[in-house]
């Protein structure tokens, strides 16, 4: 019975362990953004290069391109201009979307490069190797490590989520109450205006003794 209850969990887990690099094409004068919904205080990295068509043959100038990170609030965590690959790395100040933004100037003939972008968050932002070297702990205590800090991300991931929520139903009630306000006025506006019509023409066919 147990079996059972921890076969969902252990899919969870692998499943948030699994990260694949995204892949895409960028043309001369477009740009390519991506962004990405992410909580306070995490740990986020991201690499990224041009993937060579002519593996050993060096890439010309025409396949540069400019990257540039935004916060939730659109301060620049990280720019680079005229580059083939890079990288990125920090903790994030506030929670909300941030946005990794590619783009190739003007070029003649317009030339067209494959990106590859790796960007992780979280537990996968962690550098594990790092952790086993510093703390000499084997393979097993390595991979407990992993899925603690695993729970503790879905933890305090479902009490982010919670939060939101309770923000869109906020903001929900909030917009609901002010169209009933602005429909009553709109009413009120329109009964009035109606009744000062009536009224017009009642005194205007009066005056003109049509009544």
Known sequence: ????????????LGFIQLTQSLRFDLKST???????DIKSNSMTV???????????TPLSDAYKFTVRVTSPYGSNLHTADKVDAGQFAFTTAEAGDYMTCFWIVEHNPPVTVTLDFDWKTGVAAKDWGSVAKKGSIDLMELELKKLLDT???IHEEMF????REEEMQNLNRTTNSRMYWLSFLSIVVNLSV??????HLKTFFERKKLL
């Open 151 to 153: 729970v503790n991300s």
């Open 194 to 199: 109606a009744g000062l019509l009536v009224w």
């Open 46 to 56: 991201g690499k990224y290069h041009i993937v060579n068509p002519n593996e050993g």
């Open 30 to 36: 477009h740009t390519k953004c991506i962004s990405e």
């Open 160 to 163: 982010y989520l919670r939060d």
């Open 1 to 12: 019975m147990v079996c059972f209850k921890l076969v969902p969990i252990l899919l969870i």
